[in-house]
Nanobody, 124 residues
Framework: QVQLAESGGGLVQDGDSLRLSCVAS????????MAWFRQGPGKEREFVAA????????WYTDSVKGRFTISRDAAKNSVSLQMNNLKLEDTAVYYC?????????????????WGQGTQVTVSS
């Protein structure tokens, strides 16, 4: 069984930076996909970024490319999301998720394990 716990959310201003962290407990492998999703007010949950340690690759949704960076610390069983130049439309609850699928998938239903979410609010 895998449990995920996010931290690092908060209230920031347009253009600021924020770093989210997620610590995983349980059996985690380097070929697991660890990801961040978000759900804004009145919106569906959407893929933000993912990383795979064995493949040494990361994936991003277009709206965050060049602003967000996902990283993984295998020794700490953790994944982080560095968010720079935050915009109003980045306001959402951010969720850490883990998939044991053999391939990258941007759909939330492919991820079996989820954290409780952390709120990120960007104000003008």
């Amino acid at each position: 069984q895998v449990q995920l716990a996010e931290s690092g959310g908060g209230l920031v201003q347009d253009g600021d930076s924020l770093r989210l962290s997620c610590v995983a407990s349980g059996t985690i492998y380097s070929n697991d996909f660890m990801a961040w999703f978000r759900q804004g007010p009145g919106k569906e949950r959407e893929f933000v970024a993912a990383i795979n340690g064995r493949l040494a690759k990361s994936w991003y949704t277009d709206s965050v490319k060049g602003r967000f960076t996902i990283s993984r610390d295998a020794a700490k069983n953790s994944v982080s999301l560095q968010m720079n130049n935050l915009k109003l439309e980045d306001t959402a609850v951010y969720y850490c998720a883990l998939s044991k699928s053999a391939y990258i998938d941007y759909r939330s239903d492919s991820y079996a394990y989820w954290g409780q979410g952390t709120q990120v609010t960007v104000s003008s």
